[in-house]
């Protein structure tokens, strides 16, 4: 018997830690870490212990008889990635963290944002002594795209959360919520009021296509629906035009297939979930039979996971449609993929297309149709200001100038009808006052977390940085863990080496929040609201039933009947 990961992994890498065997990789030490789809256990180097099991937060770990049904592929999923890298006889090198002198003090940081990063970030501060933290969100409740972001269908992925909870929640920990910074409080009277600030705000923007007819009505980012769906306070009141029977998605990431799997799913599946009221009962209503995802690539280079299109096949009553030419390799790439050089999760993804092109269709299903080598190249309006159609350009894959093998336009171009477009092309980090920001990158510039000045390439002092603002929209939510470890590195490093100016007054901070943000939420008004939203759930048979205003939130939080 062996132990297997399976779809909701989420690359948070406990797992890893807590294996006595080192058969888990790739480890986060390890190249392929930043980039890999999910974590993989050797069948032949695991010893069937389960220590694995108890550690993973979203409850993706199962021993290899007790797989759940679908997820049979998993076993050579797993085995097949040591089949590329098998496991050396070398255990990683452990990094030993900086230890923080006692006649130092207590070290105070201010983190700004309370998802992933954020929650990782304080975890790792308060998992040594000393250290106290404030942590800032704009918003009454925690934890980000996790409670925002994160598709209603995958409630394993949301059981990280417990684990965010535990560290928000310590006593050397006070929760700022519902503070906005640079509205309530400014960067400076952060800084003055602590050594250091983790500025951990994710990527709020979006990136645009830039081509004719994408302001028309009926034409959206990605993110603006799925916020909604979730229920975001600032997304709540938006309207999708469900009417039509066709809804088109420009790009195949993850993101994008969570999308489309929402507008087709039945809603009495949907209803079991803690999605929106709001987006049920437009989704009840909805006409959407047929969701069109494009992607200007090849099936080798498709943005998406294996897991989320593994999971895509499995949906019952919906077709997953692929057209037979489409799902022929190019000759490079086919070449690229029956090679020694590529990863055996890039030959999953083609054969699954494959598969999926030599399914019979059924008229009677809604379905998802996955366009390969299709770019947008203008929305085209109805004349009243709504789009109708989106105008498609093929692709084809060539090498280009630099030896890159690229998706080049050809003049073969069709026409789609639809009224609801939706593009999934990537998030975008946004400038944060008083902060240095790369405008052409979307993050803010730094080495390593510690926040550097454009100019001069020199850190400013006791700013950090954590999660995409850092790094840029990639990875998943594990993927942060590192990423926060790494900037908590360089945070303690500087304050042991007196590189960080004391605070002036931490009484201060406390009599400036009370005059300036006196609907603060701290950590009991979000267990309140927590509370409030599960029994709500509880009561119509789902897990929670969310607030989507901030003035029933902070009801609920304040414990008002």
Not at 169 to 183: A, I, K, L, M, P
Not at 327 to 339: H, I, M, N, T
Not at 376 to 402: C, F, H, L, T, W
Request: a negative charge.
């Amino acid at each position: 018997m062996a132990y297997v990961i399976t779809q909701p992994c989420c690359n948070d890498a406990s797992c890893v830690d807590v294996c006595p065997v080192n058969c888990i990789h790739p480890t986060p030490d390890e190249k392929p870490f930043a980039t890999t789809e999910m974590l993989y256990i050797d069948p032949d180097t695991c010893i069937d212990c389960g220590a694995c099991v108890e550690e993973c937060p979203v409850e993706a770990i199962y021993a290899d008889h007790e797989l759940p049904e679908g997820d049979e592929p998993y076993l050579d999923i797993n085995a097949e990635y040591f089949s590329k890298h098998p496991i050396g006889p070398d255990w990683p090198d452990v990094v030993k963290p900086v230890s923080i002198p006692s006649d130092l003090g207590t070290l105070h940081v201010a983190i700004v944002g309370s998802g992933p990063a954020a929650c990782y970030a304080a975890m790792e501060l308060t998992a040594k002594p000393r250290i106290e933290v404030d942590i800032f969100d704009r918003l009454p409740t925690p934890y980000g795209l996790v409670r925002a972001g994160v598709a209603p269908d995958h409630p394993g992925t949301k059981g990280v959360t417990d684990q965010f909870r535990s560290a928000v929640g310590r006593r050397t920990v006070r929760c700022h919520f519902n503070v906005e910074v640079g509205d309530r409080i400014s960067h400076d009277e952060l800084l003055q009021n602590h050594h250091a600030v983790i500025y951990a705000v994710g990527a709020a923007g979006d990136r645009k296509l830039g081509i004719p007819g994408e302001e028309l009505d009926g034409s959206f980012a990605a993110t603006e629906f799925v916020a909604w769906y979730n229920g975001h306070p600032d997304y709540a009141d938006r309207e999708f035009d469900l009417s039509g029977k066709r809804a088109v998605i420009v790009g195949n990431g993850n993101v994008a297939l969570d999308v489309a799997r929402i507008l087709v799913t039945d809603p009495d599946a949907l209803a079991e979930t803690d999605l929106a009221e709001h987006a049920l009962a437009a989704l009840r209503k909805s006409n959407i039979e047929e969701v069109v995802i494009l992607g200007r690539r090849g099936p080798a280079q498709a943005a998406y996971t294996n897991p989320e299109l593994l999971a895509l096949g499995r949906m019952p009553d919906v077709d997953i449609v692929v057209d037979t030419e489409e799902a022929v390799l190019d000759p490079e790439s086919r070449s690229f993929v029956d090679s020694e050089d590529s990863e055996p999760s890039v030959a999953l993804k083609v054969s699954q297309v494959e598969g999926f092109a030599n399914r019979t269709p059924d008229p009677a299903k809604k379905r998802i149709v996955l366009r390969f080598l299709a770019s947008p190249v203008e929305y085209v309006g109805d004349g009243e200001g709504r789009v109708e159609k989106i105008r498609i350009a093929a692709n084809e894959m060539k090498r280009d100038e630099s030896g890159k093998l690229t998706a080049q336009r050809t003049d073969k171009v069709e026409e789609l009808e639809t009224g609801l477009v939706l593009r999934s092309i990537g998030y975008r980090g946004t400038p944060v006052a008083d902060v240095p920001f790369d405008d052409q990158r979307g993050v803010i510039p730094n080495e390593n977390g510690r926040v550097v000045d454009p100019d001069t390439g020199a850190p400013v002092p006791g700013v950090y940085v954590a999660g995409w603002i850092k790094r840029g929209p990639t990875g998943v939510i594990g993927t942060n863990k590192y990423c926060s470890a790494e900037t908590v590195t360089m945070l303690v490093d500087d304050f042991v080496a007196g590189r960080l100016e004391a605070p002036d007054n931490r009484d201060a901070l406390d009599e400036l929040l009370l005059q300036r943000a006196p609907d603060a939420v701290d950590f009991q008004g979000w267990q309140r609201i927590d509370k409030a939203e599960r029994a709500e759930g509880k009561a119509t048979g789902r897990p929670r039933l969310k607030m989507i205003s901030i003035e029933s939130m902070l009801a609920a939080a304040r414990g008002d009947a």
